[in-house]
């Protein structure tokens, strides 16, 4: 996420702050790991390096980045490296596979800061410390651009105008929220468009949850209190919103008008449903993030916790990987820049320790928090208790991620030994296939390792050549596109992108099928199994697992690892159901407009409000189409040349 316009080197005006240049020095020879062709390669870049800050990737013979890493001065830092024999065994390795390095030159340390988390986040280096997180922190989103603004979740991007609260640990406590602060201050939920076409109250309105704009049941003035209502409580005003509304309710009662008495009595039980859910003992603290790490047997776990207007806003473990040799300070500030790389850093962090670069960070991360952040280790009174709490917290989930760490192992055992594997799978693609009667036909591919599921790898195949009622031939063009591109692309199998196990969602149709497609493509070591349900399936939960040869296993119905594999199974055919699902939707508000080159949403929505239908623009002359707002006589004229190409 760029923190300014110009925020990294690949915009436009990146250049205006980044000046980026590749130094490359082609090592002759061997590709293999060489310490002194590693060390030649820095040495000739440093020689053309700068006293400046910035940013270094190193990358190997095939381009790939294996490090980033910033500096204050680049050709001092750099140079650190040349003494390959002080180095510690971690980053030998990573000289002797260098043989490029791309330098990007910065105004200032704190900038190089930022880009090097954006460059880690972009390219993923083996040899630096990495967040893994498949998902965006959730928001909840008051937005700006209606009169009667919406209240909705909120991931990704902040683009649209509005107030934005978070981050929420979870979408759970998300959803929670958002459906007791509707009790509360009766926002609406619902998109513009449903909101436009209203002419009577919907049900949220029934169960008091939303003051019906929509239907002119509440005025824009009256809408806009609440709304500045609940900016209040979110902003940390909770209890001035509270006193306000027992005096509501109190004015009410005093003039016998019981209805809306009971009305404020409910939103006032919501508004201490929401305190009470996110009660926390966090006196003296407004915004604040709190960060507590635990380490053992080599594994880090790191517990973050979200005060925002004095409430907690959720807490979250995450587990950073590549900290082999690094101490728990530099691990700790390493996950902190990438953290806050997503998300906009609170005015104050605690953390558990100090860190090397205190004060760095603080700079750093000044312009995203809108003002001065404070970075402090606690030292007594209620902050004190509270990072005790978080530092309790990161002990205990650790210790559960190791625990379900120690049976996934076991588990994925089990599965090479049943499974006749040679070794433990690090990489299991699974397949299926969805359609309804042949119609929007779509392969799909989800993949799972020891860590999990990797879902910024999934991928779907949009059925182009096989019939779309014969599965097995869709699943012979699925295997032959994907693995006929790993050839092309990977022919050596270096990049780890090669399955060691391929699970496939059907029987011995499906697996004939995939058999054979890797067989022209030349391939015949990539394991191949089918699971299908059993006879007794819809009692019993029994899977049928295919091999190659023909052979059939199956295993206990009580067994950890059948659960494990259908959960496997299970979700590829959400992921397949899923991009079904989107692709038909697409389907039904496609218009035959949409083919015509060179029109666009903005001109498609002016022809069917101006035509009423496409049908009637079709069947429009060309003078009919010229009179259409928006509509010049160029495009008019290619819009009556699509629908008669014969003049």
């Not at 979870?170 to 939920?189: D, E, M, P």
Request: aromatic share 8%; hydrophobic share 40%; charged share 30%.
């Amino acid at each position: 996420m760029a923190r300014t316009p110009a925020g990294t080197p690949d915009h436009p005006k990146g250049l205006e702050r980044f000046n980026e240049e590749r130094a490359t020095y082609t090592v002759r020879g061997s590709d293999k790991p060489d310490l002194q062709a590693g060390a030649e390669v820095i040495r000739d870049t440093v020689r053309t390096l700068p006293t400046r800050p910035g940013v270094y990737r190193m990358q190997d013979a095939r381009g790939d980045v294996l490090y980033v890493g910033k500096a204050r001065v680049l050709r001092n830092r750099v140079a650190n490296y040349v003494q390959w024999d002080k180095l510690p065994i971690r980053l030998q390795r990573m000289v002797s596979q260098t043989r490029s390095m791309t330098i990007v030159t910065t105004n200032s340390e704190a900038e190089a800061l930022l880009l090097e988390a954006q460059l880690i986040k972009r390219f993923r280096p083996p040899y630096n410390v990495l967040l893994r997180d498949d998902k965006s922190f959730p928001f909840i989103l008051l937005r700006a651009d209606n009169d009667f603004p919406r209240i909705m979740k909120h991931r990704g991007a902040r683009k649209a105008k509005g107030n934005y609260y978070g981050p929420f640990a979870s979408a759970g406590s998300v959803n929670t929220t958002i459906n007791a602060l509707q009790k509360l201050f009766l926002l609406r939920s619902c998109t513009d468009s449903f909101f436009s076409r209203r002419d009577r109250p919907c049900l949220l309105y029934q169960i008091k949850r939303c003051s019906a704009p929509c239907v002119d049941r509440i005025d824009k003035q009256g809408y806009a209190e609440l709304v500045q209502e609940a900016k209040d409580f979110l902003g940390g005003k909770s209890s001035a919103v509270q006193r306000k509304i027992e005096a509501q309710m109190a004015e009410a009662a005093e003039a016998l008008d019981f209805e809306r008495a009971a009305m404020l009595r409910d939103r006032l039980r919501a508004a201490t449903f929401i305190q009470g859910s996110q009660a926390i003992n966090a006196e003296g603290l407004d915004n604040a993030d709190i960060f507590a790490m635990a380490a053992k047997g080599g594994h880090i776990g790191v517990q973050a916790f979200f005060i925002r207007g004095g409430q907690n806003w959720g807490h979250r473990a995450f587990f950073p990987t590549h900290t082999e040799g690094l101490s728990e300070e530099d691990v700790l500030q390493s996950f902190l820049t990438q953290f806050y790389e997503e998300v906009p850093p609170a005015r104050t962090i605690l953390v558990d320790r100090d860190l090397p670069e205190r004060e760095l960070l603080a700079e750093a991360f000044r312009e995203g928090a809108g003002g001065k952040v404070e970075i402090s280790v606690p030292q007594r009174g209620s902050r004190k208790r509270l990072m005790e709490q978080a530092t309790r917290n990161a002990v205990e989930a650790l210790e559960r991620r190791l625990a379900e760490r120690g049976t996934q192992a076991k588990v994925m055992r089990e599965m090479a030994e049943f499974l006749e594997l040679p070794e433990v799978p690090q990489r299991i693609e699974v397949y299926d296939n969805s359609h309804i009667q042949g119609s929007k036909a779509l392969g799909a591919m989800v993949v799972a390792g020891p860590e999990g599921f990797i879902k910024n790898q999934y991928r779907k195949f949009n059925i182009k050549t096989a019939r779309t009622d014969d599965d097995f031939g869709m699943m012979r063009e699925v295997m032959t596109r994907r693995f006929g591109r790993a050839q092309e692309e990977d022919p050596e199998r270096e990049s780890g992108t090669w399955p060691d196990l391929v699970l496939i969602d059907g029987g011995k149709g499906q697996m004939n099928a995939v058999k054979d497609a890797l067989e022209e493509l030349g391939i015949e070591d990539v394991p191949l199994i089918a699971i299908a349900k059993g006879p007794h399936h819809g009692r019993e939960g029994r899977e049928v697992f295919h091999f190659p040869d023909g052979r059939e296993k199956m295993l206990p119905v009580n067994s950890p690892l059948l659960f494990h594999l259908q959960r496997l199974r299970d979700e590829v055919h959400r992921y397949a159901i899923g991009a079904h699902r989107a692709k038909r939707s697409r389907a039904i508000t496609a218009s035959p407009l949409d083919e015509i080159p060179g029109i666009g949403p903005a001109r498609k929505r002016a022809l069917l409000l101006h035509f009423g239908t496409a049908g009637k623009v079709r069947a429009a002359s060309l003078e009919d189409l010229q009179r259409a707002p928006g509509v010049s006589a160029a495009v008019a004229q290619t819009i009556y040349d699509f629908y008669h190409p014969g003049g």
